[in-house]
């Protein structure tokens, strides 16, 4: 019973650690965004926890959207996309869970689609968080 409390409290704390960082995001709190964004990512990781990782992901892709980082949250969602773990989304989950929705396709054109596929597939899993992970830093240092 023991670990699955803490799984349980760690759970609760990386919803909610997405949760303020996609607030801070709506009302222009950028650079805490981004560093709350951060830190929900490498709990994912550290704990295993896929489907927060990828939650944490997406949301995460629409504020370096947003800032300018278009390689970094697209390699987010591509990932995203290809990975068993990731919870499916649709612009309805979306609005009914606060969750940010960026298809692929709004983002990249349909013929650099295929290209940028096979580029994420050479990544892992580790080398795409962390390309994340250093455009998040810069957003959050004002760069």
């Given amino acids: 019973m023991g670990a699955t409390f803490v799984a349980g409290v ?4 990386g919803v909610a650690g997405v949760a303020l960082a996609s607030a801070q995001t709506r009302t222009g709190a950028t650079a805490a965004a981004a560093e709350g964004f951060a830190e929900v990512l490498d709990f994912g990781r550290r704990t295993g ?4 990782l990828w939650t944490t ?7 370096l959207l ?9 390699l987010l969602l ?12 649709d612009p309805e989950i979306a609005r009914h869970s ?7 396709s ?9 290209a ?3 580029e994420v597939a050479r990544l892992s899993t580790r080398e795409v968080v962390d390309a994340a992970r250093a455009a998040l830093e810069a957003v959050a240092a004002g760069r």
């Fill in 106 to 114: 709004a983002v990249v054109a349909a013929d650099e689609l295929d």
């Fill in 98 to 104: 606060s969750r940010s929705f960026v298809p692929v």
């Fill in 10 to 13: 760690a759970g609760v704390a």
């Fill in 116 to 118: 940028l596929r096979g």
């Fill in 66 to 74: 947003a800032e300018g980082h278009r390689r970094e949250a697209t």
């Fill in 57 to 63: 992901a997406r949301n995460a892709a629409a504020l």
């Fill in 78 to 89: 591509v990932r995203a996309e290809a990975t068993p773990q990731a919870e499916k989304l």
């Fill in 49 to 52: 926890h896929g489907p927060q």
